[in-house]
């Protein structure tokens, strides 16, 4: 029947292969297999009971020292950004008067020099969120939640971030 399907070089591996096939299906046997029924050691059996839920974590507060340092970083950074909001109008009014104005102009100077003032400005900024950074950081390190200081430290990271919109818009009216 083989030899009629395939030809006669086809037909002798495949008869080679299902010859090994019954021969090997006999070494099967139902009895060496294991039952899938439930072991003893399967069973629940109910006499654990459930671990107790952990302590509450207490947070300690800020200590009267740490928050007068927060106050003083922010209050920094509050001035600091004042005086940025303070000197953006002239920045602004000189970065318009050298729009399009060539290098080295002198309306392109006085406009560098107004935004080198809001950047030094920022910078100002900029040190009180390092502190802050880094005040935070080692609060978490020592087991504490740190939620004031992030809040402290989400303030002036908007108002860091108000600057640089401010200080991105101005640049872009000076050509380089």
């Known amino acids: 029947m083989i030899s009629q399907l395939c030809p006669p070089r086809a037909a002798a591996p495949i ?7 019954l021969l090997l299906s006999a070494c099967g046997d139902a009895k060496g297999y294991p039952s899938l029924a439930k072991r003893p ?11 107790p839920p952990p302590p509450p974590v207490v947070v300690p507060p800020l200590s009267p020292e740490m928050q007068a340092r927060l106050g003083q970083l922010v209050e920094r950074a509050r001035s600091a950004h004042a005086a940025f ?24 100077v006085v406009a560098t020099v107004a935004l080198a003032e809001l950047e030094s400005r920022r910078s100002e900024v900029m040190i009180s969120l390092a502190e802050l950074d ?43």
């Open 15 to 21: 008869a080679a292969a299902m010859g090994a096939c």
């Open 41 to 51: 050691a399967e069973r629940i059996s109910g006499t654990a009971q459930p671990a």
């Open 85 to 108: 909001t303070g000197g953006k109008a002239k920045a602004d009014r000189l970065s318009s008067a050298a729009r399009g104005a060539a290098v080295s102009s002198e309306a392109w």
């Open 134 to 176: 880094s005040l935070y950081a080692r609060e978490k390190v020592d087991g504490g939640d740190g939620v004031t200081i992030a809040a402290a430290r989400d303030q002036v990271t908007a108002w860091v971030a108000d600057e640089d919109a401010v200080l991105a818009e101005l640049r872009g009216r000076l050509r380089s």
